[in-house]
């Protein structure tokens, strides 16, 4: 199992910028996509970045042009890099390693714990 832990969420005002990271431990393996999930208060977790060990990278609109995830394999961390950050960004984030077996076939979900997001005046 794959042990993921999350930093560098706090309050920030609107325009500003955050940059979350993700330590993974235990039997993490070049092959794993990893990827950045967040949640709001009573709306469902959704997508915001994956990035494969290839460096191909997935964004969903709304991170498009704003967010940046990037890795370092060597280490084991993973980044999310938020500029001009919304109120409407306030949300828990989640990292995310999931292993590829194959670009069809994946294994289960690995989640860290979240760290708090907050975007306000």
């Known amino acids: 199992q794959v042990q993921l832990v999350e930093s560098g969420g706090g309050l920030v005002q609107p325009g500003g910028s955050l940059r979350l990271s993700c330590a993974a431990s235990?039997?993490?393996?070049?092959?794993?996509?990893m990827g950045w999930y967040r949640q709001a208060p009573g709306k469902q977790r959704e997508l915001v970045a994956r990035?494969?060990?290839?460096?191909?990278?997935d964004y969903a609109d709304f991170a498009k042009g704003r967010f940046t995830i990037s890795r370092d394999n060597a280490n084991n961390l993973i980044y999310l890099q938020m500029n001009s950050l919304k109120p409407d960004d306030t949300a828990v984030y989640y990292c995310?390693?999931?292993?590829?077996?194959?670009?069809?076939?994946?294994?289960?979900?690995?989640w860290g714990q979240g760290t708090q997001v907050t975007v306000s005046s």
């Open positions: 990035i494969l060990s290839s460096g191909g990278t």
């Open positions: 235990g039997s993490i393996f070049r092959n794993y996509i």
């Open positions: 995310n390693a999931q292993i590829a077996y194959s670009k069809s076939l994946r294994g289960p979900d690995n």
